[in-house]
């Protein structure tokens, strides 16, 4: 009723570097934020005063305040309080030690600084990337933002790595707008299922980020921005020296843990700049239901839109005849049964045609921009993904869900671990 809106609207007077925390927790409400007076951002983007922001399920956002500000939240909040210590100053001057790199950069028309944010889990690193990044925009630089975080998937959907240029700061409610993202495929929400592809993958992503960076002049000098999984130990630490190797990093920022720190110091060569960062008090810890939830959000989204933003999926049949799917990696056998010469490691990286079967039945499945051969398969970047919502065996066809109408643009497609349920 009107009597309960009201009761659930409350003003916070914030004060200059201090910021308002708040969770959204149930799938029913709606919240609701606006600047009444002063400025704030949130995550390094500008809040327009007056204008009304919405906040659904699983929202954990900072407003935060250089100078002081005062805020309105209507709705209600899961958690709620204004927080007077943040490491914005830090990460501030983070982001005027990467500008310095950038105008230096300019002179000589030489690549700006490739930055690198690794930590464990639950540290804050994407968020720290989406300040920088917003930061570097609003400075009128397009940097390069890459995101090899298989498991949440914040450009396209869970499972790949990808790459995206921004031109523009990240919308308060829907993140950075999706325009043209460079996307491959991996298929796992686990970094360790499948390590020798995601090198490849990343390798891949690295060289052709490389190639892009040669001819645009602005991106060049503006630089790129590497956000990673939370995997640091073992082999994940492997792949984060692979990483520095392959995308020639020239700055890691260390968020939270200082073992990791030390070792990336000791490892590292001295032309790397290896800096310890603070997390902020305010990331919040998702637990494994919280991240599968919205891991199916994110997928849910790619297909359908957000509230603010619908969009209209097709679907239609397609007979087995038409596609050819593939699968990467066949069923693992020890050592001692492979033929001569071959090791475990490379069954990872085979490919395997697939006869459509039930098994296929609400995966996602990567459009490939493959067109020849079939080994580039592993190696080219994807179209995006369907899902598979039916498969008729009698009559030998696979109803799949698609953003856009038929025909496909490619009918090489290859498996991905993912499911989706579609419940519309
Ligand atoms: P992952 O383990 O998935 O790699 P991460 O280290 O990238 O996680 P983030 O996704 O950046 O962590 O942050 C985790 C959550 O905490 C996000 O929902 C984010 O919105 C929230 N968060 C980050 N910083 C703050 C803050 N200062 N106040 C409130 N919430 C925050």
Avoid at 229 to 255: H, M, R, S
């Amino acid at each position: 009723s009107q009597d309960d809106q009201k009761a659930e609207i409350q003003e916070f007077k914030l004060e200059a570097d201090q910021e308002l925390r708040f969770e959204v927790e149930s799938k029913t409400e709606k919240v609701y934020l606006s600047l009444k007076a002063g400025l704030a951002e949130v995550f390094g983007t500008e809040i327009v005063k007056g204008k009304l922001y919405e906040f659904t399920a699983g929202a954990k956002i900072a407003v935060f305040t250089w100078h002081g500000c005062t805020l309105e939240i209507r709705g209600k909040t899961d958690v709620i309080y204004v927080a007077k210590e943040t490491p914005m100053v830090v990460y501030s001057n983070c982001h005027a030690a990467l500008e310095y790199m950038r105008h230096e950069a300019e002179k000589d028309n030489n690549k700006g600084p490739t930055t690198m944010i690794v930590g464990p889990c639950d540290v804050g690193k994407s968020t720290v990337c989406r300040i920088l990044l917003n930061y570097a925009v609003r400075e009128g630089r397009r940097p390069i933002y890459v995101d090899l975080d298989v498991g949440q998937g914040n450009i396209s959907i869970p499972g790949t790595i990808g790459a995206l240029l921004i031109e523009r700061p990240a919308s308060i409610d829907e993140g950075f707008a999706q325009e043209a993202p460079l996307v491959y495929n991996f298929g796992h929400k686990a970094p360790e299922k499948n390590s020798a592809l995601l090198s490849i993958l990343t390798t891949q992503l690295a060289s052709n980020i490389k190639d892009k960076l040669e001819v645009n002049k602005k991106a060049r000098t503006s630089g790129v921005i590497i956000n990673t999984c939370g995997w640091v130990k073992g082999e994940g630490y492997k792949q984060i020296l692979n990483n520095t190797k392959v995308f020639e990093v020239d700055v890691i920022l260390v968020l939270d843990q200082e073992r990791l720190y030390n070792e990336l110091v000791r490892d590292i060569p001295n032309f790397v700049k290896v800096v310890f960062l603070q997390k902020s008090g305010g990331v919040v810890e998702r637990s494994k239901s919280v991240r599968s939830e919205a891991r199916d959000q994110r997928i849910r989204e790619y297909f359908y839109g957000t509230v603010k933003n619908s969009l209209y999926p097709h679907s239609f049949d397609m007979k087995w005849s038409e596609l050819k799917i593939y699968r990467i990696g066949a069923p693992a056998l020890p050592d001692s049964c492979l033929p001569l010469g071959m090791k475990a490691k490379d069954h990872m990286t085979k490919l395997v045609l697939l006869t459509p079967n039930s098994g296929l039945l609400h995966h996602l499945m990567a459009v490939s921009f493959c067109e020849e051969e079939e080994e580039d398969i592993l190696k080219t970047h994807v179209a995006g993904f369907v899902c598979v919502t039916n498969i008729d065996s009698e009559r030998q066809t696979l109803t799949l869900l698609s953003p856009q109408p038929k025909p496909l643009p490619n009918t090489i497609l290859v498996l991905s671990d993912l499911q989706f349920m579609d419940s519309h």
